[in-house]
C-alpha cells in the first residue's frame, strides 16, 4: 500500500486516467469528487451538442436531467460502464464518458419524443381538445397514422421500438 501512495500524485488533479479509475471503482469519495470536477463540464458539452442540434428549445432542467442520467449510468450495476472501459483500445477515459453522454442524450431525446405533447402555457393537456376536432380532423390524422406505420413497416422490429 505504501508503494501505491509513494506513486499516485497527493493532488487529484495530476492523477492519470487509469488512477482516477482505480480509485472510482475502489468507492473513494475523493476518487469519485475529481471524476465529477474533471468530467463535468465535458459530459454538458455533449449533452448541449446534441440538444441544441435535434432540440434547441430543450430546458435547463432536461438537461440536468440528461446529466443526473449518464451520473446514475456510471454508478449503475456495481459501476458496469466504468468497469467495462478499457484504455488498452486506445480512447481516453473522457472520450469513454463522452460517448456514454451521448448517448444518453439521444436516449432522452426518442423517449420525449413519446411523451404526449402538453400545452405550453401550463403543462397540462387539454381535456376539452378530443371533442373540438372535427371528424375531418380525425380522418387526416388517420391517414397520417396509416402513412406512419406503412413505412415503419419496413424497419427492423428493434428500430421500430
Known amino acids: 500500500m505504501a508503494l501505491l501512495a509513494a506513486r ?19 468507492s473513494e469519495a475523493r476518487g469519485w469528487a ?19 442540434k435535434y432540440a434547441p428549445s430543450l430546458g435547463g432542467a432536461d438537461l ?11 454508478v449503475r450495476d456495481d459501476m458496469h460502464k466504468l468497469r467495462i472501459y478499457n484504455p488498452a483500445r486506445g480512447t481516453k477515459l473522457g472520450s469513454w464518458i463522452g460517448m456514454i453522454s451521448v448517448n444518453a442524450a439521444y436516449d432522452f431525446l426518442r423517449g420525449a419524443g413519446r411523451r404526449p405533447l402538453l400545452d405550453k402555457v401550463d403543462g397540462t393537456m387539454d381535456v376539452h381538445e378530443e ?12 391517414e397520417r397514422w396509416g402513412h406512419l406505420n406503412g413505412l415503419l413497416s419496413d424497419f427492423t422490429d428493434k428500430d421500430r421500438m
Not at 499516485?8 to 475502489?26: G, H, I, M, Q, S
Not at 455533449?46 to 440538444?51: E, G, Q
Not at 371533442?131 to 388517420?142: N, Y
Open 131 to 142: 371533442s373540438d376536432r372535427t371528424p375531418l380532423d380525425l380522418l387526416i390524422e388517420k
Open 64 to 74: 440536468d436531467e440528461i446529466y443526473a442520467d449518464v451520473m446514475m449510468q456510471l
Open 34 to 52: 475529481e471524476l465529477v470536477r474533471r468530467f463535468r463540464p465535458l459530459i454538458y458539452r455533449c449533452i448541449t451538442k446534441v440538444t441544441l
Open 8 to 26: 499516485t500524485p497527493k493532488n487529484a488533479a495530476d492523477w492519470t486516467d487509469r488512477e482516477l479509475l482505480r480509485f472510482v471503482l475502489r
